[in-house]
């Protein structure tokens, strides 16, 4: 009950929010409502659902389609070998984590981290599965209203509920107090949109991995600096 309650907060609100535009996205594209549901549900991941939808508009190989909607879905492969280690010792069988796995998402993976170290081990996957499950139902209610209403809605408005998700994801990273997380997100603000005009494609990808690896460095290396410092200020 504990991961339905704090995913029932904010990050279903996103979640939903975010959804209805790609409901209204995915009818203009000229998807069926079966398949629009299907990709919210079995893709479940914003970035990689927008290319499919975009990409059967403009009538596109299937295969084209696979790895564009795969390759938007990538990043939630490095959220997915950080969580399973604070699974490890609860007990369950290894296909629970498959489960797992499938709900994962930047809102609940966000969710997680903050609450799920502070909670038993045997807690852990209920919380993250209640917070998963909440979000997915709210978000299959997202597509389908957003569904209903393509049309009714101005594309200005369908295009900012897709960005709300975006936009909640940058003020999550921008509370947190880890050093390398603050450094990341100031350097990706930089990058991100120079990166953008010279490769659009690859801009979002690139910014990930060089404002990331750069955070990381730097943080690193500071963090070798300051015991040198207090050592010789101690001496």
Partial sequence: M??????????????????????????DSGLSLDV?????????GLPGQVAMAEMWAMGAPF????????MGNMRFMPMALVTVPWFRGDGRRVWTRYLAAQLMSINIWTVFMRHGPNISVEQRYPYFMGVGIICMIGGTIGTLVGYILAGALPVA???????MNPAYF????SSVQQRNCIIAVILGAFTGPLLHQLTP????PLTGLLAGTAAF??????????????????T
């Fill in 2 to 27: 504990g991961g339905i309650r704090a995913g029932a907060k904010m990050p279903t609100v996103m979640v939903t929010s975010a959804m209805l535009g790609f409901g209204s996205l995915a009818r």
């Fill in 36 to 44: 629009t549901i299907f990709l919210s549900v079995g893709l479940w």
């Fill in 63 to 70: 295969l084209a389609i696979v790895v564009a909607s795969s």
């Fill in 157 to 163: 408005v369908t295009i900012a509920l897709v960005f």
């Fill in 170 to 173: 940058l003020f999550v990273f």
């Fill in 201 to 204: 494609d690859w801009s979002v």
């Fill in 217 to 234: 460095l730097l943080d690193r290396a500071t963090n070798r600096r300051t015991p040198r410092r207090g050592r010789h200020a101690g």
